[in-house]
């Protein structure tokens, strides 16, 4: 029977290929422990970048929302209900497409606004649908309501547009 005590000094031959062997897992360990630091950090800067393409669309839709609010007041005064009606179905889509911007990257700042933009853009389809079925009230008088929680999200708008201008210039 062949002896199955391990020699103690054969484990510690220091030959070539022994050390070459051990260098071999050293390597390998080093290259791991590194490509984990990779991945962490590659994690986090994908979600910085996510993040700063979110402000980027933000910093691009917001000021939408101020024209969209010119030309819906321009159209009352022009008093065309059809033009009134084409003005607030862009202003609730625009607001829904801002408010779903904003609840991907909330924070408590914006959660206000994100309430606000909801209210803009149900009293937009209501004062919409109103005109639709052909409204015996005043055009001004339909979309009066409207018209006061929008000018409400614009203002809003305004300072978070400076608050993102400012994040992402620094």
Not at 50 to 61: F, G, K, Q
Not at 85 to 108: D, W
Not at 139 to 168: C, D, P, T, Y
Request: aromatic share 4%; net charge negative.
């Amino acid at each position: 029977m062949p002896n199955t005590v391990a020699d103690p000094t054969l484990w510690l031959d220091w030959n070539l290929s022994n050390v070459l062997s051990a260098a071999q897992l050293f390597f390998t360990c080093v290259g791991f422990g590194i490509a984990i630091w990779q991945l962490v950090r590659t994690a986090s800067l994908l979600e910085k970048v996510r993040s700063r393409l979110i402000e980027n669309d933000l910093l691009v839709a917001l000021p939408e929302l101020h024209k969209l609010e010119d030309e819906l007041d321009d159209s009352v005064k022009g008093g065309d209900p059809s033009v009134v009606e084409r003005m607030l179905v862009k202003y609730s889509r625009s607001s829904s497409r801002i408010s779903a911007l904003l609840q991907i990257e909330s924070t408590a700042a914006e959660e206000p606004l994100v309430l606000l933009l909801a209210q803009a853009g149900n009293s937009a389809q209501k004062a919409k649908a109103e005109l639709a079925q052909g409204s015996d009230r005043e055009l001004a008088e339909v979309v009066k309501l409207a018209m006061g929680k929008v000018a409400k999200v614009s203002a809003e708008a305004s300072g978070l547009i400076a608050r993102l201008e400012k994040r992402v210039s620094a």
